[in-house]
């Protein structure tokens, strides 16, 4: 069956980094285009990022572009998160996923992994 495994996540001080991991496996990973998303407490889950499957295209939220860089390596069916310069604000939990155009042939509908917490604060 399919599955996302995000990791990476923990407390860190603001202006600092982060790699977040999403492990993918029961589809063709490399088919589909994929995204990140998060959720922070009491607000409703934002998308945050997206990259085409081949890795060439990217596109991000504006309250995170300039700051995060998504990636993918598709030998290892994982796609990647990478924060820089992090705020409060950025603090939630963060998922990846396909996008919804995708989701559906991806066998992903109603489908989300357990998510990782990310903490900025001092």
């Known amino acids: 069956q399919v599955q996302l495994v995000e990791s990476g996540g923990e407390l860190v001080q603001p202006g600092g980094s982060l790699r977040l991991s999403c492990a993918a496996s029961?589809?063709?990973?490399?088919?589909?285009?994929m995204a990140w998303y998060r959720q922070a407490p009491g607000k409703e889950r934002e998308w945050v990022a997206t990259?085409?499957?081949?890795?060439?295209?990217?596109n991000y939220a504006d309250s995170v572009k300039g700051r995060f860089t998504i990636s993918r390596d598709n030998a290892k069916n994982t796609v990647y998160l990478q924060m820089n310069s992090l705020k409060p604000e950025d603090t939630a939990v963060y998922y990846c996923?396909?996008?919804?155009?995708?989701?559906?042939?991806?066998?992903?509908?109603?489908?989300w992994g357990q998510g990782t917490q990310v903490t900025v604060s001092s």
């Open positions: 029961g589809f063709t990973f490399s088919a589909y285009a």
């Open positions: 990259i085409t499957n081949a890795g060439g295209g990217t």
């Open positions: 996923n396909a996008p919804p155009s995708a989701r559906k042939r991806a066998g992903l509908t109603d489908y």
